[in-house]
């Protein structure tokens, strides 16, 4: 059994990788998937090129550091654009500001609820507004809403 991985190196690496690989399709958490495709691509190079042992095994390293390091630094990049504003995350007053919504019911002395969503949630204003008015969220104070009327875009 060595002699044969010792006279076709290549196989041992196809073999470690398709392991790899099937073992991350049984667990799914990740882990496993760079070294499985690292150990084929050390695998197809050392089918191609007769490289030593030592280098064989420094290749599979540097391509498994290489992959995983590719692969953070796109998954970083990815869900940097998806996260919320910075600090923001539990404040939904705060992802609110800037944005755009109509009056459901008018506001008397400058106070009353808006539907934001599948929620209701305190507004107040500087003046009174007619229900179906234009407005937009301006300053989060607690958990009221201040709106102003919405200019148009």
Partial sequence: MIALV????????LSLGG?????EMLGGSGYLLWSGVAAAV??????????GWEWQGSLFAVLTLLAAWLWWKWLSRRSSRQRPAEGQ????GQQLLGQRFTLDSTLVNGRGHMR???SS???IADDDLP???KVEVVAVEGIVLRIRISPPR
């Fill in 121 to 123: 949630w305190p507004v």
């Fill in 42 to 51: 050390t695998g197809l190079l050392t089918w191609i090129l007769p490289i």
């Fill in 6 to 13: 010792l006279a076709h190196p290549h196989i041992f690496w």
């Fill in 131 to 133: 229900a179906g008015s």
């Fill in 116 to 118: 934001v969503g599948d």
């Fill in 89 to 92: 995350l539990n404040q939904r």
């Fill in 19 to 23: 392991l790899l690989l099937a073992a």
